[in-house]
Nanobody
Framework: QVQLVESGGGLVQAGGSLRLSCVHS???????????MGWFRQAPGKEREFVAG????????RYADSVRGRFTISRDNAKNTVYLQMNSLKPEDTAVYYC?????????????????WGQGTQVTVSS
């Protein structure tokens, strides 16, 4: 079983920055480096949407059009952690942000590609 714990959310003014972290743990035969990792978000009244994804080695990343150039996903396989650096935040970035993981998917963007999910961390951007 895999556990994902997000942290780093909070309240920030528009134009500000936050860095989210997600620590991966669990008793499995796979290691963190075997997992594709992703960040998704869900705003009130809206569906959960893809934000960013990173491949096992960290060499490949993808971003939603709405965050490209402002957000950066990265991973530290030695620390079992994936990060989401969020700069130039906008009020429309306000949402609960979820970390997701999967050891078998070849895709980064679909929600259905990920088996494991964290509980989420709230990000609120004030105008």
């Amino acid at each position: 079983q895999v556990q994902l714990v997000e942290s780093g959310g909070g309240l920030v003014q528009a134009g500000g920055s936050l860095r989210l972290s997600c620590v991966h743990s669990g008793r499995t035969f796979s290691t963190f480096s075997d997992y594709v990792m992703g960040w998704f978000r869900q705003a009130p009244g809206k569906e959960r949407e893809f934000v960013a994804g990173i491949r096992k080695s960290g060499s490949g990343t993808r971003y939603a059009d709405s965050v490209r150039g402002r957000f950066t996903i990265s991973r530290d396989n030695a620390k079992n952690t994936v990060y989401l650096q969020m700069n130039s935040l906008k009020p429309e970035d306000t949402a609960v942000y979820y970390c997701a993981a999967d050891a078998t998917t070849a895709l980064l963007t679909p929600i259905t590609a990920y088996r494991y999910w964290g509980q989420g961390t709230q990000v609120t951007v004030s105008s």
